[in-house]
């Protein structure tokens, strides 16, 4: 009986060893499949990852060689564009500038941040007439050049798109101007102020300097007076005159001929609901003055101040011998400092010009004075 105790519990324990034993070595197994897995999931994750940095990192290449390509092609496009120009130079009186060089200035593109060209050049002919055809690029600059001729290269006609024109009937035309000589010319300059109030103000355009019996004088009349600058609009009026003579506004490309009559005060003025509206005058005028001179004038104006006057800005050059000729060279210039020296007269034999009206003649005019010479020379 004892020993059947023995064996059974022997039995027992065993069993429960074997079973305790079972179940652990289960839950092993379970834990090492699971660090496996894991292991392997990590590794799968990490591989997806890197994969897909890598992508991204060529699609950004490719993206930015896109872009790369795409800027060039639109360079290359630029550099495509065709630029044929019939051209036509005439001078101021509409005349053909004949036998005159045309350069021109071919822009183009070299990379996203530097620009070069090329340059072309032909001639005129009888007619003034040019072209320059089978060029190809940014954009087309003409200059024409010729002895005793002038170009103003700041002509806004100079690369408009409209004038890239592929008609010989209708060609651009480009003006020069005929050189007649320039002369000793008074160039002053001044800074000062004027009131806003209806007030005027004169200016000596010969001295640059105010003068209650100058030649200039500006009436400005500003409503309200008083302004907060900068936060309001406002009304204003100016009346510009040359005391004695008259004013021409100046809209020629080159101002070297005053005209010789019709001049007059002149007026601006601006409403404070105008879309247009400007604190900011700027002109440039011909000018008649009392003495018979001729020059002409640039005038900028501000009406903004909140002192009790606002500031101007004069410019004048004035040919002194009566001449309507205002073609100017500085080294014929006549300074206010000057004459107040040695005196108007003195200052102009100074440079070797003369103080006798001089008469610039049209070529009409000058043909008839040619005729008239050749029948004198005959009778003679």
């Known amino acids: 009986m004892k020993n059947r105790t023995v064996i059974l519990t022997g039995l027992i324990i065993t069993t429960v060893f074997l079973g305790w034993w079972f179940l652990n070595s289960g839950r092993r197994s379970q834990t090492y499949e699971k660090a496996d897995s894991s292991t392997t999931n990590s590794s799968k994750v990490g591989s997806e990852k890197g994969s897909t940095n890598a992508s991204s990192v060529s699609g950004a290449l490719r993206s930015l060689k896109s872009k790369e390509e795409q800027m060039k092609e639109l360079l290359d496009t630029e550099n495509r564009k065709s630029l044929n120009l019939y051209g036509k130079v005439i001078d101021q009186y509409g005349e053909p500038v004949v036998g005159a060089k045309v350069k021109g200035s071919v822009l183009l593109n070299v990379n996203f941040t530097h620009s070069g060209g090329e340059t072309y050049y032909t001639e005129t002919d009888l007619e003034g007439r040019f072209k320059f055809v089978d060029l190809h690029g ?7 050049e010729k002895d005793d001729y002038s170009y103003d290269l700041k002509l806004s006609a100079r690369r408009a798109e409209n004038y890239y024109k592929a008609d010989p009937e209708d060609p651009a035309v480009f003006i020069m101007w005929k050189v007649s000589g320039s002369e000793p010319m008074v160039h002053s300059k001044l800074d000062s102020r004027v ?44 009346q510009i005159e040359i005391i004695g003579g008259g004013l021409i506004e100046i809209k020629d490309p080159y101002p070297n001929l005053a005209p010789e009559s019709d001049y007059q005060s002149v007026q601006f003025g601006i409403n404070r609901e105008s879309p247009d509206w400007t604190k900011r005058l700027t002109k440039m005028f011909y000018v008649h003055l009392q003495n018979g001179n001729y020059g002409r004038t640039t005038i900028d104006l501000t009406v903004d101040s909140e002192r009790p006057d606002t500031g101007i800005s004069v410019e004048a050059w004035l040919n002194p011998s009566g001449s309507r000729n205002l073609e100017y060279d500085s080294a014929k210039k006549i300074t206010p400092e000057r004459i107040a020296q040695i005196g108007l007269e003195k200052a102009i034999k100074e440079i070797g010009g003369s103080s006798v009206p001089i008469h610039t003649l049209t070529p009409k005019e000058q043909e008839k004075q040619d005729l008239e010479d050749l029948r004198t020379n005959r009778q003679r």
Not at 138 to 144: D, R
Not at 196 to 203: I, K, M, N, P, W
Request: proline share 6%.
């Open 138 to 144: 940014v954009e087309l600059g003409i200059w024409p």
């Open 195 to 238: 009131p806003y109030d209806g007030r005027s103000a004169a200016f000596n355009l010969f001295t640059g300097k105010l003068d209650t019996v100058g030649d200039l004088r500006i009436t400005l009349l500003r409503n309200p007076l008083q302004i907060k600058r900068g936060r309001e609009q406002f009304d204003w009026n100016v």
